[in-house]
């Protein structure tokens, strides 16, 4: 059967189309502001750097907000579209925890992300996070072993770096000789001068040792460049070896080998947060299993006062990276140091 001809539609007929009636909204005058939050506080929160670096990355001008540079203090809603270097950022507005690992290092690795002569770097076993950076809180140089400590959180690192929060580091010291003890009295008394200023040990104790060589266990509330070293040296004692066992309220677990890493559960972390002065939000607990970290506590052994807002607790237990069966114990350094 031979289809019909198509009609010819008519150009000077009215076509009707549906219509409908939209009533536009005003906006309510007595609603109250959509909540701003600082841009720089969510940069730093975002794991891209301290608030500070987070003002000179404003200040340079690489930040921009809805197509439009971006000003030091300025405040940004959910719904603004924020990019550093023309890439998009997604900003977290409510506080979430952020990642804390710790890291037994062993000597002969630096700190440090580029090196030009190519030697191994602690940074080369952390794992890939898809946003943000890991960032080291305290360095040790090449020759020194002991605890290390890297967040996704830069406001977090400030807190824990800054010398104006006078967190507590705690060192065992093994030397060549044996200090006097009115070397010892001078030490954590008056201290000596450096070159780049004073220096003093909160605390200081003999734990012996066997031979030429002589261990101490100290504790400073400062993080300049090998002060440790510098300090010893200065009093003719070569250092032959250096750990770090504590970084404020963190200790070096016992059951972590060097080279090994282990992830903070959620309540750890919540209490370094509070620890600090930061607001923490709990994480979810779909959130929690898929990081593998479970909530763990501090040992109430002794009160630390390396920081302001000091709370009881130095012991830190802590599960293996990619594990979840945390083993607590109290965090005792045992290798020829007393407790």
Do not use: C
Request: charged share 30%; aromatic share 6%; no cysteine.
């Amino acid at each position: 059967m031979a289809r019909p001809f198509k009609q010819q539609r008519d150009p000077q007929r009215t076509v009707r189309r549906p219509t409908t009636n939209f009533t536009k909204l005003e906006a309510d005058p007595n609603a109250p502001p959509e909540p701003t939050q600082r841009l720089h506080k969510l940069l730093a929160l975002a794991g891209l750097g301290s608030r500070r670096d987070m003002e000179e990355l404003i200040a340079s001008g690489r930040v921009t907000v809805n197509g439009q540079v971006a000003v030091v203090g300025q405040g940004v809603t959910e719904h603004d579209v924020v990019r550093v270097d023309s890439r998009p950022l997604r900003l977290s507005f409510e506080a979430e925890l952020p990642q804390v690992l710790i890291y037994h290092k062993p000597e002969g690795e630096i700190v440090s992300q580029d090196d030009p002569e190519g030697r191994a770097s602690v940074f080369d076993k952390l794992p890939k996070i898809k946003h943000g950076k890991w960032i080291a809180i305290g360095r040790l140089d090449m020759n020194t072993s002991g605890l290390l400590i890297f967040t996704t959180s830069g406001d977090l690192a400030n807190r824990l770096m800054h010398p104006r929060f006078e967190v507590e580091r705690e060192y065992a010291v093994r030397v060549q000789g044996s200090m006097t003890d009115e070397q010892m009295e001078q030490m954590v008394k008056e201290g000596i001068t450096l070159e780049d200023g004073p220096v003093k040990f909160e605390k200081l104790t003999d734990e012996g040792g066997e031979g030429y060589n002589h261990w101490y266990r100290l504790m400073l509330k400062e993080g300049r460049n090998r002060i440790v070293r510098r300090t010893f040296e200065a009093l003719g004692l070569p250092i032959s070896r250096l750990i770090r066992v504590r970084f404020g309220i963190i200790n070096l677990p016992p059951r972590l080998k060097r080279g090994a890493l282990a992830e903070l559960g959620t309540g750890e972390v919540s209490q370094i947060l509070d620890w600090v002065g930061m607001e923490s939000k709990p994480v979810p607990e779909k959130v929690a299993e898929l990081t593998g970290s479970k909530a763990g506590k501090f040992d109430n052994g002794t009160t630390d006062a390396g920081h302001k807002n000091r709370k009881p607790g130095t012991g830190m237990s802590a599960a293996p990276y990619g594990k979840t069966d945390a083993r607590r114990s109290a965090t005792q350094f045992k290798n020829k140091v007393r407790p």
